[in-house]
């Protein structure tokens, strides 16, 4: 059975790492999870205009119907860790998460979260995980990412996709799939 994750807000915000980890959430490579309070971070925060933010969480519900963790504000007080992120916490503990997918480790220390056998993993960590296990699938899947780009501008090459993810915060994972992935002599590299 996949891992059961919950997705932080701040692995929410930045499209390339949102988009990564939905794409690969549809291969089955792990279960999402997020709350409304989550979501409700992330559109406080994504630099884009509410509707387009709407559209996004609302494909984000409609692409997996059983994300949208409720019910576990009465454990929000309970939980052990930053109380800024406690309804994260809270939210893995009721949808009985394997762990937290976060930018934030610190908010998350492992007093707080072993008791509820959660585990706070930064998205670079946890995408080497995959990259480990399914190299062919996450391939597959950053090729489909960078095509799917250009609908509204330039089309971005996979070499671009991994510039953006190691801006997010995934430089490790980036550079270690950078060498598995033709380089692309017509596209610059971001700045």
Partial sequence: MATVA???ANVLIPNALCDLLLRLAEEDLYRPRWSPTILDEVRRHVPVPPAAIERRIA???AA???ALVTGYESLIDQMGNDPKDRHVLAAAVTAEADSIITCNLKDF??????PHGVVAEHPDAFLLGLWARERRVLLRVLGEQAASTGRRGVRMTTQQILDYLAKAGASRFAAAVRPHVPPADDAPALP
């Fill in 109 to 114: 220390p492992y007093a707080a979260c072993q």
């Fill in 64 to 66: 997996f119907e059983d």
């Fill in 6 to 8: 919950v997705l932080d």
């Fill in 59 to 61: 494909f984000m519900n």
